[in-house]
């Protein structure tokens, strides 16, 4: 709308501006507190509506893409997951040292998720806010500048090796932290985009050919496609079945129960979409082939930057482990996929302090 000579803009516009300074937006880009969380559960309904509306046969299956939540970002379970992993690593270096046999590191093991279940409940999931602790963090994914061409200068920081990890990870457990992610080549991120940890082999690639675009994930198997078809057919068969015996004059008490298996089984198949995981979600970090570190809340093609820029958060302890893997070279350098593809694309992170 232009009104004497001026354009009205509104919500998206403010969140447009705000995607181009790399700022968070409320309540959009809050998840750990009340607004963000509500902000969330609208969004995953108005998207999900919008999916239903679609004719069955235009729907994407995301079940097929592997992607397990594309209406919503499941924060508390990525962080339980990728603590729950680090936790295990730290008792396999404790069982090494010790050099105990394999049935007592067994025995370790199970009493450790009783603990972790019972005695040690899971905080709830927080933001990395800390100046001090971002600006560390930002060394050491080696910022550089949109595209990565170009290094930003960073002062004297701490090298990252498993004691500057320990220790940064017992400030900040079950912690998110904003990011900003280039695009190194072709690709327009979306919302709710993942991130990934590029393996050895998608490094080598990408030092061969600079401009590669990036590995494919492979097909996954949709297995509630097949259940979904045959709870479709049942009540017609169990209809069939009735009609017949009330023609041929049986009793009552055989034609009495398929009314009621027919009912279950239409709730039964009404729970589960089409291309849609059903609760409660899988592992996460493990669904694809390239473990997942986080999601995609703003997403689009940067004119200022010339590339493909994207804003979301990734886990403090998934994010600390992948860049002391990394080699130097290649260090910052992860994996971003949109929902509705199969093709990943090589992205450079930027931590905003």
């Known amino acids: 709308m232009v009104y004497r000579g001026v354009r009205i803009g509104g919500l998206n516009m403010s969140l447009k501006h705000s995607q181009n300074k790399g700022a968070p937006h409320f309540p959009h880009d809050y998840p750990d507190c009340p607004a963000g969380v509500r902000f969330q559960e609208e969004q995953e309904a108005e998207l999900l509506a919008k999916f239903k509306r679609r004719p ?62 019972e005695t040690k409940p899971l905080s709830r999931v927080v933001v990395l806010r800390n100046r001090k602790s971002l600006r560390l963090l930002s060394g050491w994914c080696r910022p550089t500048t949109s595209k990565g061409q170009r290094s930003c200068r960073v002062g004297e920081l701490p090298p990252l090796d498993p004691s500057a990890m320990t220790l940064f990870l017992t400030a900040h457990r079950m912690t998110l932290v904003w990011v900003r992610l280039s695009v190194l080549c072709k690709g327009k991120p979306e919302l709710h985009a993942m991130v990934c940890v590029p393996t050895a082999e998608d490094l080598n690639l990408l030092k061969k050919k600079c401009g590669s675009s990036g590995p494919q994930e492979p097909p996954h198997r949709d297995h509630f496609k097949s259940r979904v078809r045959r709870r479709k057919k049942e009540p017609k068969k169990a209809a069939e079945s009735s009609s017949d015996n009330i023609q041929g004059k049986e009793s009552v008490f055989s034609t009495e129960p398929n009314p009621t298996t027919s009912v279950v089984l239409n709730s039964s198949s009404s729970d589960i979409i089409l291309g849609l995981w059903p609760d409660p979600l899988p592992s996460i970090t493990s669904n694809c082939s390239r473990v997942t570190l986080g999601w995609v809340t703003q997403g689009d093609f940067s004119l200022s930057a010339g590339c493909g820029e994207a804003l979301g958060f990734v886990s403090v302890t998934a994010l600390l482990k992948t860049l002391f893997n990394q080699p130097m070279e290649h260090r910052g350098v992860l994996l971003l996929r949109n929902p509705t593809s199969l093709h990943y694309r090589f992205a450079k992170i930027n931590i905003e302090v």
């Open 56 to 117: 069955p046969a235009k729907r994407t299956n995301y079940i097929k893409h592997g992607c397990l939540a594309p209406f919503c970002c499941p924060w508390q379970q990525l962080s339980e997951e990728c603590e729950l992993i680090t936790r295990e690593g730290e008792e396999e270096r404790r069982g090494e040292c010790q050099s105990t046999t394999e049935a007592d590191t067994v025995m370790e093991e199970m009493t450790s998720y009783g603990e972790i279940a």
